[in-house]
């Protein structure tokens, strides 16, 4: 069969040949092996690499969770992000979650189209990466069914209106502050970052980005994206944003 996919990451299979670890639009995160795929010049070279959307042929083998390629060639290069590390830094990001925290063999469709738009933004846009890699983070966890109440207060129901509010992981949505005892877990976002989340999550387009307080967004998203992967998902992030906080600005 006919797949369109990327390349999440690749390893070796005894001497010569290859597992891919493929991200695919008709069968979600996959694993298949490349025969001869480690062998110089072998057809596989500039093909199955990271940040290209390909189309490869695949068949089953006897173990039905391990595909063979059968051959592949590349529909789309993001030239910027590969020669880039901030770019790339952020694309890198968006591999690790969907290597790390998406179900094998379950194709999800709307995922796929975002992982196609945001690495589109991080190759082509001209605003921070980090900013497309917390979009990317955010919408992929309102599609596991983590969407934040943002408009009203969890515990008293009080309409937040242009407030900033604590955040609450474990409860997923926010509390207004005279409900908001002293837990170690609550996160502060003023009222603009919440604006703003509310856009990216509520919009099927991305948002217009000028004049929005995008660096502050950056900052304050980052416990509340960190502190949800620990939450929901059991594992904490190793990439994305990494390099930028190395960095003395
Ligand atoms: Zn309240």
Do not use: H
């Not at 690499?49 to 290069?77: H, V, W, Y």
């Not at 709307?110 to 980090?130: A, K, N």
């Not at 856009?199 to 502050?216: A, Q, V, Y």
């Amino acid at each position: 069969m006919e797949i369109n996919g990327l390349l999440l990451r690749k390893y070796p299979l005894g001497e010569i040949d290859r597992i891919f670890v493929l991200y695919t639009l008709e069968k979600g995160r996959i694993r298949a092996v490349g025969s001869g795929a480690q062998k110089m010049k072998s057809r596989w070279t500039g093909v199955v690499e990271p940040f290209q959307l390909i189309r490869a042929d695949i068949q089953t083998r006897k173990d039905p969770s391990l595909f063979r390629i059968d051959g592949a060639e590349c529909n789309r290069r993001f030239q910027k992000i590969v020669a880039d590390l901030e770019r790339l830094d952020a694309a890198y990001g968006v591999l690790e979650i969907l290597d790390r925290f998406t179900p094998e063999g379950d194709a999800n469709p709307q995922l796929y189209r975002l992982i196609v738009d945001v690495l589109d933004r991080i190759d082509t846009g001209l605003f921070d990466s980090r900013f497309w890699l917390r979009v990317f983070q955010l919408r992929f966890f309102a599609l596991a069914g983590y969407e934040p109440t943002l408009d009203r207060c969890i515990r008293c129901g009080k309409r937040r209106g242009t407030r900033s509010a604590y955040f609450t992981v474990p409860e997923g949505g926010v509390v207004c502050k005279s409900c908001c005892g002293a837990e170690s877990e609550r996160i502060l976002l003023s009222g603009p970052t919440i604006e703003l989340i509310r856009k990216i999550l509520g919009e099927e387009t991305f948002p217009d980005l000028r004049d929005l307080p995008i660096r502050k967004f950056i900052e304050e998203t980052g416990p509340m994206v960190s502190t949800g992967f620990e939450y929901y998902f059991e594992g904490s992030l190793r990439s994305g944003g990494i390099l930028r906080e190395m960095r003395p600005d």
